[in-house]
């Protein structure tokens, strides 16, 4: 875990700064764009707050950077240098992933409709002479349901097990409600100096 003043304090740095390299104050920027530039920087900011230790941080700017509509956007955020490093490691991550999917694939088509069977039939046999009922199945299924799902929520969570995916999903969550507030004291702040503007005008 990280020390929340302190990132929190560089998370807005980095946002402002992000935010104002992404040109939200031009008025040639339609809603679609805007959106979306607000996103991007948020997250970078969000990721280069928290630095490259995260897993989650590295996989989140190189899931942003893998869409291509992205490019010209984070280069403006990111820089050219730091944007080039983050297309190459998303790369290498989607690389390693097609070669763990096809091992996965070759893997699962070696085993059989019957042997499954027979496995789920030793497992309902072990439990119920061990007296434990059903129940401790259906848990046991619902917790890694649960974590198929964590690993899906979670940016670079599919190479995470046990203990770290839920330290980082931990981690992300505490990132993720930092997000929210500071961009929810920017919206505040925005809205104030609108009416002070008004008021003056009018």
């Known amino acids: 875990m990280h020390a929340p003043r302190k990132f929190k304090k560089a998370f807005m740095e980095r946002l ?3 935010l104002q390299v992404a040109g939200l104050t031009s008025k040639s920027m339609g ?47 990111m820089g050219g240098d730091v944007y080039e490093r983050a297309v190459s490691s998303s790369a ?16 699962s088509q070696r ?10 039939s030793l497992a309902m046999a072990a439990a119920a002479a061990s007296g ?9 299924r619902m917790v890694k349901g649960r974590l198929r799902l964590l690993r899906r929520l979670v940016p670079g ?22 997000q929210v507030e500071l961009m929810h004291s920017l919206c505040k702040g925005s809205q104030q100096q609108q009416q002070k503007l008004h008021l003056q005008l009018g």
Not at 56 to 75: K, S
Not at 111 to 119: E, F, G, I, T, Y
Not at 132 to 140: C, D, E, I, M, P
């Open 16 to 18: 402002l700064l992000s």
């Open 111 to 120: 085993v059989a409709c019957s042997s499954r069977r027979k496995r789920r």
């Open 92 to 107: 290498i991550t989607a690389g390693a992933a097609v070669a763990r999917s096809r091992r996965i694939v070759r893997r």
């Open 31 to 77: 809603l679609r764009e805007r959106r979306d530039a607000v996103r991007l920087s948020s997250d970078v900011a969000m990721a280069s707050a928290r630095g490259r230790a995260a897993p989650w941080a590295r996989a989140l700017v190189a899931r942003h950077a893998a869409e291509r509509r992205n490019e010209p956007l984070l280069r403006r955020i």
């Open 157 to 178: 969570g599919e190479a995470l097990r046990g203990f770290s995916l839920l330290s980082e999903t931990l981690d992300y969550v505490v990132c993720l409600k930092t």
């Open 132 to 140: 434990v009922g059903g129940g401790a199945l259906a848990a046991r």
